[in-house]
């Protein structure tokens, strides 16, 4: 992953800024952890949200566009798992399953700060 946004990713997750939901990046303006890197992204390139809730066309996942822009793996935010930190099966190893299933943006910024 791109150090730069990296960094950027974690402070904006433990900033207290963002409100978080599940299963959307963006819905009645709280975020999921990738809608927030897609609010990041945004800020930096000026794109806009589409709807409220859709940024480059998609609901749920990064666009392609944020993937390359924060040299992530996919659209899930999968990263390999080979300590304790995060004990789950392979299927789970990635920030969607993560945020989804209820934990924390401090949590998730602990998994980044380690995994990426």
Not at 99 to 108: H, K, L, R, V
């Amino acid at each position: 992953m791109n150090e730069r946004i990296k960094e950027q990713w974690i402070s904006a997750l433990t900033s207290g800024e963002f409100t978080q939901n599940k299963r959307a990046l963006k819905r009645d303006g709280a975020f999921c952890c990738l809608g927030v890197l897609c609010e990041l992204h945004a800020r930096e390139t000026g794109n806009r949200w589409e709807n409220s809730d859709r940024y480059l066309g998609e609901y749920a996942y990064l666009p392609q566009e944020v993937i390359k822009w924060a040299e992530l793996k996919d659209k899930f935010g999968s990263f390999d798992s080979e300590t304790e930190l995060w004990p789950r099966g392979i299927d789970e190893n990635n920030l969607s399953i993560i945020n989804d299933d209820g934990d924390s943006f401090a949590t998730i910024a602990e998994i980044i700060k380690e995994k990426f």
